[in-house]
């Protein structure tokens, strides 16, 4: 496993913008499929976007035209860039990391159970 951290978490108003960052300690996170998940209160975690090690990506309905995710191996950083904010994905953002190899498969990715490390999250609100 691998310790996560997320920061770039805050406040900001409908339509604005806000670039999540999730740095890695102590390993590569260049053999990661990197996740971003996220929890509203009352309600499960939910898909958001994954990255493979080679750059292929996932989104959420919700997510796609508005987040872009990308990495940066040489930093050993993953990035959640979110334009368009909407109140409604005011929630904790999570980002998530599990070795696979070469796969990289939807209905495996976008489940949080198969992901083995996380970081503790960083709140985004976003205010109508």
């Known amino acids: 496993q691998v310790q996560l951290a997320e920061s770039g978490g805050g406040l900001v108003q409908a339509g604005g913008s806000l670039r999540l960052s999730c740095a890695a300690s102590?390993?590569?996170?260049?053999?990661?499929?990197m996740g971003w998940f996220r929890q509203a209160p009352g309600k499960e975690r939910e898909f958001v976007a994954a990255?493979?090690?080679?750059?292929?990506?996932y989104y959420t309905d919700s997510a796609k035209g508005r987040f872009t995710c990308s990495r940066d191996n040489a930093r050993n950083t993953v990035h959640l860039e979110m334009n368009s904010l909407k109140p409604e994905d005011t929630a904790v953002y999570h980002c998530?990391?599990?070795?696979?190899?070469?796969?990289?498969?939807?209905?495996?990715?976008?489940?949080?159970?198969?992901?083995?490390?996380w970081g503790q999250g960083t709140q985004v609100t976003v205010s109508s």
């Open positions: 998530a990391g599990q070795e696979y190899g070469g796969a990289f498969v939807y209905a495996v990715v976008t489940d949080p159970n198969n992901f083995g490390s």
């Open positions: 102590e390993r590569t996170l260049s053999t990661y499929t």
């Open positions: 990255i493979s090690p080679s750059g292929r990506k």
